[in-house]
């Protein structure tokens, strides 16, 4: 695909700079190579994995704690259903 093709489809120009894709494989390569080696780096791992970790019982710690606020208004909820029912009986009678 030409340069000019992609302009005319899409109006702004690539943010890399060239459309010589042997240039784009080899930067792509080289950022490949660093990301591997900063993962094959045992602090680099034990730092990804502890903020990972953070992360994730960050976002469970919220969830669980949604999911008990939702329980507790539910059951307010429930609650006054239940007396205004009571209520309604009571008044009928």
């Not at 302009?7 to 010589?20: A, D, L």
């Amino acid at each position: 695909m030409k340069a000019i093709e992609f302009t005319k489809h899409r109006p702004y120009k690539p943010t890399y700079g060239s459309t010589n894709y042997s240039d784009s494989s080899a930067e792509v390569h080289t950022a490949l190579r660093v990301y591997s080696s900063i993962l094959t780096s045992q602090d680099s791992l034990a730092e990804i994995f502890s903020l990972l970790e953070k992360k994730v019982g960050d976002t469970v710690e919220h969830e669980i704690s949604h999911a008990d606020q939702n329980l507790v208004n539910s059951s307010i909820s429930h609650q006054d259903t239940q007396q205004t029912i009571s209520k309604s009986v009571s008044a009928d009678q």
